[in-house]
């Protein structure tokens, strides 16, 4: 399975602002979409899990999936310090082999 | 809230022995997954395990590799003789059921080969 590429960062936000992460992929077999978030030498946490194309809402959280582009998405409303980690795009197709981004170390300042 | 656990969190050894990682996945999934993690690098899928059998693996894992389900809780990867390049964190995920795509992590049990 080919590459999910992730924009790198770090992104720095101050609190209450609107953050958007992005990734895009390139195997047209990928059909199943999520975001994790992962604190420094910790375990991914899953977020989102959105399947196909479309908007999948949660809290402050807005997954969004383009497959036409190639193209996904997550949005963090009214962001916190609490946020701050590195989040976690991931892709797969039937055979369930999760392909990861590198991850976007986001810092969200008091 | 069910979660996966791994243990040890932290396992030193020493370049050609063998280690063993252990999980308990979630109690009610079927599927279950290796990934590792080299510092400072990307998630790396493994092997995925199903129906008491690798279903997916990686170029990654190679002889020196393997995966066992010994009982109804618990899912192990072996690694027979470590190199220096296996350090890493190891992590195990499982999954629900067939039509269940969402994966969990477990904290990640961080392999130091010295």
């Known amino acids: 399975q080919k590459e999910v590429e992730q924009d790198p960062g770090p992104l720095s936000v101050p609190e209450g602002a609107i953050v958007s992460l992005n990734c895009t992929y390139s195997?047209?077999?990928?059909?199943?979409f999520m975001w994790y978030r992962q604190y420094s030498r910790k375990g991914p946490e899953l977020l989102m899990y959105?399947?196909?194309?479309g908007n999948k809402e949660d809290g402050r959280f807005t997954a969004q999936v383009d497959k036409s582009s190639k193209y996904i998405s997550l949005f963090i409303r009214d962001s916190q310090p609490s946020d701050s980690a590195t989040y976690l795009c991931?892709?797969?197709?039937?055979?369930?082999?999760?392909?990861f981004g590198s991850g976007t170390q986001l810092t969200v300042l008091p | 809230e069910p979660e996966v656990t791994q243990t040890p969190s932290h396992q030193v050894t020493q370049m050609g022995q063998e280690v063993i990682l252990r999980c308990v996945p979630i109690?009610?999934?079927?599927?279950f997954y290796w990934y590792r993690q080299i510092l400072g690098q990307k998630v790396e899928f493994l092997v995925s395990?199903?129906?008491?059998?690798?279903?997916?693996k990686s170029e990654i894992f190679d002889d020196q590799f393997s995966v066992e389900r010994p009982d109804g809780s618990n899912f192990t990867l072996k690694i027979r003789s470590t190199k220096l390049e296996d350090s890493a964190m190891y992590f195990c995920?499982?999954?629900?059921?067939?039509?269940?795509?969402?994966?969990?992590f477990g904290p990640g049990t961080r392999l130091t080969v010295t």
């Open positions: 995920a499982s999954s629900g059921g067939s039509h269940s795509y969402e994966q969990y």
């Open positions: 195997n047209s077999a990928f059909q199943y």
């Open positions: 991931a892709s797969t197709g039937s055979a369930r082999q999760l392909t």
């Open positions: 109690s009610n999934h079927l599927y």
């Open positions: 395990f199903y129906n008491n059998e690798i279903s997916e």
């Open positions: 959105t399947y196909s194309s």
